[in-house]
């Protein structure tokens, strides 16, 4: 087992690469590994967290109620910088959510990432940063936000700095959060089930 993950499996966490800004990693299952990120990040306690994942099995292990169109969306963009709204189902705790009738799901694109979030997933990955300041992009200015020493894997290269969009599918119809680097013309052409 490699240092990141054994710091993960033992309820700490970690800094790592998506394919847009870095992230703080923790196990998403593990109630006390998740109020640790939420203490770093001086994160409100009523702001949910995503579930990192590796795969749509997962997605669907977490959720209920998905659209039909699921799987479009999936094999086009996912991985990848989208973040998706589904409806929670029992399994989500209330510690990731804040007790909130829906849940977050990320896939990142970056290899190191994915292959982490396969092996000790799922995972919360919120951005690194304090709360309310500019997502990191910069590993070493990621690192200085923190108060203690949080390991992690460096790529300021791979990273767009550009958020993801967020898309959330509890609706009728599908409604954009937020527009980053997926646009809303690319996701029309995959579903027309978007409304605006």
Known sequence: MDKLQEILESGGAVILPTETVYGLFAKALNEDAVNHVYDLKMRPRDKAMNLNVADLESILAFSKNQPDYLNRLYEKFLPGPLTIILEANERVPAWINS???TIGFRLPKHPVTLDLIKKAGPLIGPSA???GTESGKIFS??????SEEIV??????ALTGQDSTILDLTG?????????????EELLQV????RF
Do not use: C, M, W, Y
């Open 172 to 184: 009728e119809k599908a409604r954009i959060l937020r527009q980053g680097s997926i646009t809303k």
């Open 99 to 101: 007790g909130l009738s």
């Open 129 to 131: 940063n304090l709360s």
């Open 152 to 157: 992690g894997f460096e790529d300021d290269l």
């Open 141 to 146: 200015k990621v690192k200085e936000q923190f």
């Open 191 to 194: 579903i027309p089930e978007l």
